[in-house]
């Protein structure tokens, strides 16, 4: 069995990840209620863009005001607490002028194509009367903050520029729910592989990533989360492949290879 790696993400990795992987999020704005917005983006600058719904014959300006933006991380698995982490980005809230809101939305859509971003206000757009109208902001961040069951940490923005998604963040739901729903038998060779006390419960897979697979155990004591780390990071799916057949001690893509390999070389 090849050594196992201690590598985890980066504090940017999960928040990058996080907020790839939110299909929404809540933004407060100072004396107003939490309202949804579609769209959330980090831009090369560090600011993010958000698309917030444009009141009916207008409203008061935004610009200047204090706005707190939270994405929600949930666990593709149900769980008991579906809920994996929460990241709150606090800044000030920057108007984007007429004539720079479609050359930005261009850049957004060339990384996320958002069909949200159809229904943001520009000068030449026309919506109809029926569907809802989004103007585009951009939140000057102050702080970023994730949370989970680990507890609280900041991250700087320079290191959040620097940090990418991890490459698995868009489809690790369908790679969860493959895992559990068809290979039983690979997720109980790998709960095997967990600590004694990590195996008395309902243990469910509860995330992936390039360093490793995650599993939540529910017992009556409450929650634990553990890792089960791969013997190296990994960055496309046949490594992916690789790392959880060394995991559960099959490193050949067939298991049948090495014993047919032996046989050809006149080995027992």
Do not use: K
């Not at 831009?43 to 300006?61: H, K, T, Y």
């Not at 980005?89 to 949200?116: Q, Y």
Request: with cysteine; net charge negative; glycine share 6%.
């Amino acid at each position: 069995m090849l050594p196992l790696t201690d590598a985890t993400p980066t504090t940017a990795e999960r928040i990058r990840s996080a907020c790839a992987r939110a299909a929404g999020g809540l933004v407060a704005v100072e004396r107003e209620d939490a309202v949804a917005t579609p769209v959330h983006h980090l831009l090369d600058d560090g600011s993010f863009a958000i698309a917030l719904e444009a009141p009916r014959g207008g409203g008061r300006p935004l610009g200047g005001s204090q706005a707190l933006l939270e994405l929600t991380d949930h666990a593709p698995l149900p769980l008991r607490e579906p809920v994996r982490s929460l990241v709150w980005v606090r800044g000030r809230l920057a108007e984007v002028a007429p004539e720079a809101v479609t050359p930005l939305l261009d850049r957004i859509a060339s990384d996320c194509p958002n069909p949200a971003l159809l229904q943001v206000e520009t000068p030449r757009s026309v919506c109809r009367d029926d569907e809802p109208r989004y103007t585009l902001l951009r939140i000057e961040v102050a702080s970023v903050v994730v949370t989970d069951a680990t507890g609280a940490e900041a991250v700087d923005v320079a290191e959040l520029l620097a940090a990418r998604p991890d490459p698995f963040c868009e489809i690790e739901s369908t790679l969860l729910w493959h895992l559990d729903t068809v290979h039983h038998d690979v997720v109980a060779r790998l709960v095997s592989r967990l600590p004694a006390p990590m195996r008395r419960g309902q243990v469910r897979p509860l995330g992936i990533d390039r360093y490793g697979i995650r599993f939540r155990v529910e017992r009556a004591d409450g929650d634990h989360d553990v890792r089960l780390p791969f013997h190296r990071p990994v960055s496309d799916m046949a490594g992916l492949s690789q790392a959880m057949r060394v995991l559960i001690g099959c490193p050949f893509t067939n298991g049948l290879r090495a014993r047919r390999s032996s046989r050809q070389q006149g080995m027992p």
